[in-house]
RNA sequence: GGCCACGUGGCGGAGUGGUGACGCAGCGGCCUACAAAGCCGUAUACGCCGGUUCGAUUCCGGCCGUGGCCUCCA
C-alpha cells in the first residue's frame, strides 16, 4: 500500500507524494504559551510527532523538515502579563520551556524548527505591506484588514460559503471592516501594551499572519503537509491560505491539510473556555508519558476520543503486558527496522489502532516461542513499538519506578525477605499478610520459581 | 439557522458488499500452598426506517441521537 493521508481540503484520502523527496516540509500550529497546555494540546502534537516519524521512516531522517511554532504575541498573553505582574517574555518562555519539556515526557521528537511569531515581526510587516499593495488589504482606524473578496476560494477548506457563514456569524461586525468576514493583520497596542512601529502606526500583528510569514521563511512558500486541530480550519487556517496565497502569485500555502479530531470530557469538548481541561503536567505527576501516549493514540486521530481514568488505566496495563515481555531481552536504545505490519498500518492514515493491533499480534508470537526465536520475536516487537514512539523505558524502571508516595525499594525488599523467611516455614498467614500490606500500598508481589519479584501497579 | 463529523459487544476501538480485528473487563481451564503474571478456550455488537443488491454493518435516501465549527481554542 502506498502512504496516504486524509486531506482536508479534498475531503478523501490521498496518497501523499511530496513536492521534493528530498525535502519533506511540516508544519503544525503550536501553542500560544501563557498558560500549561492541556491534554487535548498534546493529543495534535503526539498525532503530528507520530505523521514526522512516519515520514522520516519513508523519505529518510534528513529529508524531513518539521517546524512547529509558539504563538507568543497575542491578547491573552497580555492580559496574563497584566494580571501576574511578569514581564511577556518571561511568561511565553516560561511555558514554552514547559510546553517542550511534557512533550519530551511523552517521547514525541523535537520539531526541527519552534519559530516565535515575535521573531518574525518585520517579515509580517513586510507581508502586509505587499497584501495592501495588491489590493487584497486595506487600512481602517489603525487597523490593516485582509478583504477576503480578493480570495475566490475564501473558505475552501471549512467548506464554508461566504454569504452564509457571515449571515450566520455570531461575532460582532467592527465599524473599520468592509466585509464583516474581513480579519485582522495588523492592530493598534495601546500605550501599556506591547508594540511595533509599522508604516499604519504602532501594533501587534493578528494572530493569523504569523504562520503565514514562518512557514516561508522556514520551510518556503508552499509546503507539503500543514497540520492543526480541526478547530483550526476555520477561520485560522483559512485566513492563512488566502493572505499566502494572496501575497505569493497564487502559490499554494500547503498540498495537504491534515486535521485531528477532539479530545471529549464526558460529552463535551474539552475546552479553556469551557473550563473542563485536564492539563497535561497535572497528569504526567500520575502517569507515565508513554501511558499518556498510548491513551491518546488509542484512538483514530480524527475520530472524537473520551478522555477517561479507564482509559488510563487500560493504556497502562496494555503497554505492561508488553513491558514484562521486554523484561526477557538486554536493554538496548538501538531498535531495528520497524516490521511490515505495523509500518502498513500507519501508512493508511495513521490506523494507530491497527498498528496496535499488530504489536498484540507480535506479542503472542513472542509468547509462543522459546530460546532464540524468542529472543529475535520480542526485539522485533520492540523495533515495532519503538516505530511508534513506546518502550523507550528499561522494563526494570517502567516497573519499579517512580515510587511517588508508596513504600521505598529498601522497604520492600526488607519486607519481601521477611516474607520468603515465613514461606519457608511454611507461614503462609504471615507471607499472605505481607503481600496484602504491600498490595494496599499498589505493590505487587509475583512468586516465581527463583523467588519474588515486584513491581508498581 | 448554516456547514461538518459521528452512532459497532459490558467498556475502549478498527474495518469490511458475503456471519463481523484488537485491547480491557467477564466466564471456564492449566499453572500456583493461595495469589499475581502467563498460557489455552469462550459468550456478547454494527441507532431506527426504507431503497439498491443474490446478499449491507459496509452503498443511497429519510429519521432519531450525539458532538464539532460558524468567537479565542489542538
Redesign the pocket.
Known amino acids: 500500500m502506498t502512504l496516504q493521508f486524509y486531506d482536508t481540503m479534498a475531503?478523501e484520502k490521498r496518497a501523499f507524494e511530496p513536492a521534493d523527496p528530498t525535502r519533506v516540509t511540516m508544519y503544525v500550529?503550536g501553542?500560544?504559551v501563557y498558560n500549561y497546555?492541556?491534554i487535548?494540546?498534546a493529543?495534535?502534537a503526539i498525532v503530528f510527532d507520530l505523521l514526522y516519524r512516519v515520514l522520516r521512516h519513508h523519505f529518510g531522517e534528513a529529508h524531513v523538515v518539521y517546524a512547529r511554532n509558539f504563538t507568543d504575541i497575542d491578547d491573552?498573553i497580555i492580559k496574563a502579563s497584566k494580571e501576574t505582574g511578569a514581564a511577556i517574555a518571561d511568561i511565553t518562555n516560561k511555558f514554552a520551556d514547559i510546553y517542550r519539556a511534557e512533550l519530551q515526557d511523552l517521547n514525541a521528537l523535537s520539531p526541527g524548527f519552534e519559530p516565535r511569531a515575535t521573531d518574525h515581526i518585520p517579515e509580517m510587516i513586510e507581508l502586509v505591506e505587499t497584501l495592501i499593495k495588491q489590493g487584497a488589504a486595506y487600512e481602517g482606524e489603525g487597523h490593516v484588514l485582509f478583504s477576503i473578496e480578493a480570495f475566490d476560494d475564501y473558505g475552501r477548506l471549512?467548506?464554508?460559503?461566504r454569504d452564509?457563514?457571515i449571515a450566520?456569524?455570531?461575532?460582532e461586525v467592527a465599524p473599520y471592516k468592509k466585509n464583516p468576514a474581513d480579519f485582522v493583520l495588523w492592530k493598534p497596542s495601546k500605550d501599556d501594551e506591547p508594540g511595533w512601529d509599522a508604516p499604519w502606526g504602532r501594533g501587534r500583528p493578528g494572530?493569523h499572519l504569523e504562520c503565514s510569514v514562518m512557514i516561508e521563511k522556514q520551510l518556503g512558500r508552499t509546503i507539503d503537509i500543514h497540520c492543526?486541530?480541526?478547530?483550526?480550519?476555520?477561520?485560522?487556517h483559512e485566513n492563512e491560505i488566502a493572505q499566502s496565497a494572496c501575497a505569493h502569485q497564487g502559490a499554494p500555502l500547503a498540498r495537504y491539510w491534515l486535521h485531528?479530531?477532539?479530545?471529549?470530557m464526558g460529552?463535551?469538548?474539552?475546552?479553556?473556555?469551557i473550563g473542563n481541561v485536564v492539563l497535561t503536567h497535572e497528569l504526567l505527576q500520575d502517569w507515565p508519558g508513554e501511558v499518556i501516549r498510548w491513551a491518546l493514540l488509542?484512538?483514530?486521530y480524527r475520530?472524537?476520543?473520551?478522555w477517561t481514568d479507564?482509559?488510563l488505566?487500560?493504556s497502562k496495563?496494555?503497554l505492561?503486558?508488553f513491558y514484562?515481555l521486554l523484561e526477557e531481552i538486554e536493554f538496548s536504545d538501538e531498535a531495528g527496522a520497524p516490521p511490515a505490519s505495523i509500518v502498513l498500518a500507519l501508512d493508511d492514515d495513521l490506523?494507530t489502532?491497527?498498528a496496535?493491533?499488530g504489536l498484540?499480534?507480535i506479542r503472542?508470537i513472542a509468547?509462543?516461542l522459546d530460546g532464540e526465536a524468542r529472543k529475535n520475536a520480542i526485539a522485533r516487537l520492540r523495533s515495532a513499538g519503538r516505530y511508534l514512539g513506546f518502550f523507550a523505558h528499561r522494563p526494570g524502571d517502567w516497573f519499579k519506578g517512580a515510587a511517588g508516595e508508596g513504600p521505598t525499594e529498601m522497604e520492600i525488599e526488607a519486607l519481601l525477605q521477611e516474607r520468603a523467611n515465613a514461606?519457608k516455614t511454611r507461614d503462609?498467614a504471615r507471607?499472605?499478610q505481607i503481600?496484602d500490606d504491600l498490595a494496599a500500598k499498589g505493590i505487587?508481589?509475583?512468586?516465581?520459581a527463583d523467588g519474588a519479584r515486584w513491581r508498581r501497579e
Open positions: 475531503r500550529c501553542p500560544t497546555t492541556h487535548g494540546n493529543r495534535s491573552k471549512s467548506g464554508v460559503d452564509e457563514m450566520g456569524a455570531r461575532v494572530w492543526g486541530g480541526q478547530d483550526l480550519r476555520f477561520p485560522h485531528n479530531g477532539f479530545l471529549r460529552s463535551d469538548k474539552m475546552s479553556k473556555s488509542s484512538a483514530h475520530q472524537p476520543l473520551e479507564e482509559l488505566r487500560q496495563r496494555q505492561d503486558r514484562r490506523n489502532p491497527e496496535f493491533a498484540h499480534e503472542d509468547s509462543q514461606r503462609f507471607s499472605d503481600r505487587i508481589i509475583e512468586d516465581g
